[in-house]
């Protein structure tokens, strides 16, 4: 099973600027096998992307989805339409968008289900916040949101990120043996919901990963890749992160 490795960019690079990006980053990961590479632009890159990667070694992923196909819904997109770009992913309950736009877990699995449909990939994101990690309701947080999220939803092209809220831009990262904590069980959450093919869901760390933690990160047994913000918006950056060495 091929580690995943994605840029999550968020609101960051114009179309120029995705451009100039990939020209640096394409050479410097051409080569590398083993790991899924994903590059998430804004929505406003995505077809430039694509036409870049393409032939390449790296997919392309969307920053988010709407559950419709089509209708009177200003300013979403649909699965279908992010198809047509080239797309193979769509990340779903980041928690910044469940934050700043209230997405709750219904929202998360109507996305979820409405991108199965399409046949669009998902990276389905789940963590808790420092106030639950404190008061010891971490656990409780994570199968909450793993349960209501796969609600009827199937197996197929699902990846998982588990990505901290405490840990997202601010700097901290959980450790190896707290990142491994909580994988271990989302791997246990998967397995109750679909037996022996839980073993073949990837489940990312996102949270803070650099060129100087990643190694330690992917030496984890149920770490399968990683989902990277700030650290993904340098090329140079993003490749050492995607050429990581793995700990022994």
Same mark, same amino acid.
């Given at each position: 099973?091929?580690?995943?490795?994605?840029?999550?960019?968020?609101?960051?690079?114009?179309?120029?600027?995705?451009?100039?990006?990939?020209?640096?980053?394409?050479?410097?990961?051409?080569?590398?096998?083993?790991?899924?590479?994903?590059?998430?632009?804004?929505?406003?890159?995505?077809?430039?992307?694509?036409?870049?990667?393409?032939?390449? +070694?790296?997919?392309?992923?969307?920053?988010?989805?709407?559950?419709?196909?089509?209708?009177?819904?200003?300013?979403?997109?649909?699965?279908?339409? $992010? $198809?047509?770009?080239?797309?193979?992913?769509?990340?779903?309950?980041?928690?910044?968008?469940?934050?700043?736009?209230?997405?709750?877990?219904?929202?998360?699995?109507?996305?979820?289900?409405?991108?199965?449909?399409?046949?669009?990939?998902?990276?389905?994101?789940?963590?808790?916040?420092?106030?639950?990690?404190?008061?010891?309701?971490?656990?409780?947080?994570?199968?909450?949101?793993?349960?209501?999220?796969?609600?009827?939803?199937?197996?197929?092209?699902?990846?998982?990120?588990?990505?901290?809220?405490?840990?997202?831009?601010?700097?901290?990262?959980?450790?190896?043996?707290?990142?491994?904590?909580?994988?271990?069980?989302?791997?246990?959450?998967?397995?109750?919901?679909?037996?022996?093919?839980?073993?073949?869901?990837?489940?990312?760390?996102?949270?803070?990963?650099?060129?100087?933690?990643?190694?330690? $990160?992917?030496?984890?047994?149920?770490? +399968?890749?990683?989902?990277?913000?700030?650290?993904? $918006?340098?090329?140079?950056?993003?490749?050492?992160?995607?050429?990581?060495?793995?700990? +022994?």
């Amino acid at each position: 099973m091929n580690y995943f490795i994605a840029a999550n960019w968020k609101l960051n690079k114009t179309i120029a600027e995705t451009r100039e990006f990939l020209h640096k980053f394409i050479p410097e990961v051409q080569q590398v096998t083993g790991v899924d590479i994903v590059i998430a632009p804004p929505f406003t890159s995505l077809t430039a992307a694509g036409e870049e990667i393409k032939d390449t +070694n790296i997919q392309l992923a969307a920053q988010d989805i709407f559950w419709e196909e089509k209708g009177a819904y200003t300013g979403e997109v649909s699965p279908l339409m $992010l $198809l047509e770009t080239g797309c193979r992913y769509a990340i779903i309950g980041h928690s910044e968008r469940r934050q700043y736009f209230s997405e709750d877990d219904v929202v998360v699995n109507r996305k979820i289900r409405a991108a199965e449909k399409a046949g669009l990939g998902v990276i389905f994101c789940v963590g808790e916040s420092l106030e639950d990690r404190e008061s010891g309701k971490t656990f409780d947080v994570i199968r909450r949101e793993v349960e209501m999220g796969l609600a009827e939803v199937d197996s197929v092209n699902l990846v998982l990120a588990y990505e901290p809220i405490w840990a997202i831009g601010t700097g901290k990262t959980a450790t190896a043996g707290q990142a491994q904590e909580v994988h271990a069980y989302i791997r246990k959450i998967l397995a109750n919901l679909y037996g022996n093919k839980a073993e073949n869901i990837r489940i990312l760390y996102g949270g803070s990963v650099t060129p100087e933690n990643v190694d330690s $990160l992917m030496a984890c047994h149920d770490v +399968n890749g990683a989902l990277v913000g700030g650290a993904s $918006l340098k090329p140079e950056s993003f490749a050492k992160i995607v050429c990581f060495k793995k700990e +022994n």
